[in-house]
C-alpha cells in the first residue's frame, strides 16, 4: 500500500501555492506532484517556480494521467462542479475549494459523482482544524457560558479591481460566496448545530452585480442569533464572538492558528488560553490523505458541504425577497 498522495492542482490559482503547497510540503502523507493550466507555458512557469515535477497544458490531462491520486480544485466558484464531476469520473479523489458550488443542486450532483465512483470528496474549509475554533467549539457544548444568545462572525478586505474574479455574476463570486460563507461555517461549527432562517440586506457598490457587503442573520434551534458578514469594500478584518447567559467567548483573529481564546465568565476577569495550532492546511491534508490510504471516512463528507451551502443560499434569497426565509435542513 502507497503511503502518500500525490495531487494536482487543478489551475493556477494563487491559494493552491500560497497555502495547499505549504500545507503538503510539511504533511507526512500528501505530496503535490502536478500543476495544471489552460496554458501549458503557465503551467510550466508555474511548476518550476514551486518546484513541482509536472505541469500539464490541459485540465482534463491531469486528471487522466496515473501520476496523481487526487485533485485539488482551485478554480473560481462556478467551474467547481464541472470538474470535481470529471475528476471523480477518472476516480481521483478531490479536495476542493470553498465554497463546494454555486447551488443546491450542483453539490447534490458533485456528492452523488464522488459516491458513484468512490472517491473522497471534502470541501476545504481550513480553520475548523484549528486548535482555537475546536476550543471553542467544545466550550460552548460543555455549556461553559451557557446558553448561546447570539453570536458574530465576520470576515473583510478590500478588492479595488472590479474585473476581479471574486465580484463575476458568472463565476458565482460576490462578498458571500467567496469570505462569508467562513463565517456561515465558523457560527454552524461553533453551534454543533444548523440554523433554521435566515434573514439578510445585501450591498452592491459601483455597479458591480454581486454583494461587496453581506449583513445577514441566522437563527439556531435554541433561539440565539448569529450575526454573520462579508465584504470586499473595507479594512482586512476577520472577527469571532460568541456570547452566552453565563458569559463569552472572543478570538483576536477567528482564523488565525496564533490568536488566544478569551473566555469571560459572568463579571469575572477575562482567562486568555493562548495556543498555537498546526498549519491547518497540512492537517487538512493528513486527514484527506489518510482517508484515502486508508478508506478512514472524512470527518467532514459531503453533507457538511451542503449544509454550509444551505445556509449561504438561505441568506441571498433573504436578500433578494427582503424578508426571513428557512434553511433547508439536509
Known amino acids: 500500500m502507497p503511503d502518500t498522495v500525490r495531487y494536482g492542482l487543478i489551475s493556477t490559482a494563487r491559494i493552491g501555492?500560497?497555502?495547499?503547497v505549504p500545507g503538503a510540503k510539511t504533511s507526512a502523507n500528501s505530496e503535490i506532484v502536478a500543476v495544471s493550466s489552460?496554458?501549458?507555458a503557465t503551467a510550466e512557469a508555474a511548476a518550476k517556480e514551486h518546484g513541482i515535477p509536472l505541469a500539464f497544458g490541459s485540465y482534463q490531462e491531469m486528471i487522466d494521467s496515473?501520476?496523481?491520486d487526487a485533485v485539488i480544485n482551485t478554480l473560481p466558484n462556478s467551474m467547481h462542479h464541472e470538474w470535481t464531476i470529471k475528476a471523480a469520473e477518472?476516480?481521483?479523489?478531490?479536495?476542493c475549494e470553498k465554497p463546494l458550488s454555486a447551488t443546491m443542486a450542483e453539490a447534490r450532483e458533485m456528492k452523488a459523482a464522488a459516491e458513484a465512483n468512490n472517491v473522497v470528496l471534502v470541501e476545504a474549509f481550513t480553520p475548523r482544524w484549528n486548535k482555537q475554533m475546536r476550543t471553542v467549539r467544545k466550550l460552548i457544548a460543555d455549556g461553559e457560558i451557557g446558553d448561546i444568545i447570539r453570536l458574530e462572525?465576520?470576515?473583510s478586505f478590500f478588492i479595488d479591481d472590479p474585473a476581479n474574479i471574486r465580484l463575476s455574476k458568472e463565476l458565482a463570486g460576490g462578498s458571500l460566496m467567496d469570505a462569508g460563507c467562513y463565517a456561515v461555517y465558523a457560527v454552524r461549527y461553533a453551534m454543533s448545530a444548523e440554523p433554521?432562517?435566515?434573514m439578510a440586506i445585501d450591498r452592491k457598490s459601483n455597479g458591480i452585480p454581486v454583494d461587496t457587503t453581506m449583513s445577514g442573520f441566522l437563527q439556531f434551534p435554541n433561539g440565539g442569533v448569529a450575526y454573520v458578514w462579508s465584504s470586499t469594500e473595507g479594512p482586512r478584518q476577520r472577527v469571532f464572538q460568541a456570547i452566552g447567559a453565563k458569559g463569552m467567548i472572543s478570538l483576536g483573529d477567528g482564523f488565525d492558528e496564533k490568536t488566544p481564546v478569551t473566555v469571560t465568565r459572568d463579571d469575572g476577569d477575562p482567562e486568555v488560553m493562548e495556543m498555537t495550532?498546526?498549519?491547518r492546511f497540512q492537517v487538512q491534508f493528513d486527514e484527506f490523505s489518510e482517508c484515502v490510504l486508508t478508506g478512514k471516512k472524512p470527518e467532514f463528507p459531503p453533507d457538511d458541504a451542503l449544509r454550509n451551502?444551505?445556509?449561504v443560499l438561505a441568506l441571498y434569497e433573504a436578500a433578494e425577497k427582503g424578508s426571513a426565509v428557512a434553511v433547508e435542513q439536509i
Open 90 to 95: 477518472a476516480e481521483k479523489h478531490i479536495l
Open 196 to 198: 433554521v432562517s435566515a
Open 38 to 40: 489552460r496554458n501549458l
Open 153 to 155: 462572525a465576520g470576515l
Open 309 to 311: 451551502m444551505a445556509s
Open 277 to 279: 495550532s498546526t498549519n
Open 17 to 20: 501555492f500560497t497555502a495547499h
Open 66 to 68: 496515473d501520476e496523481i
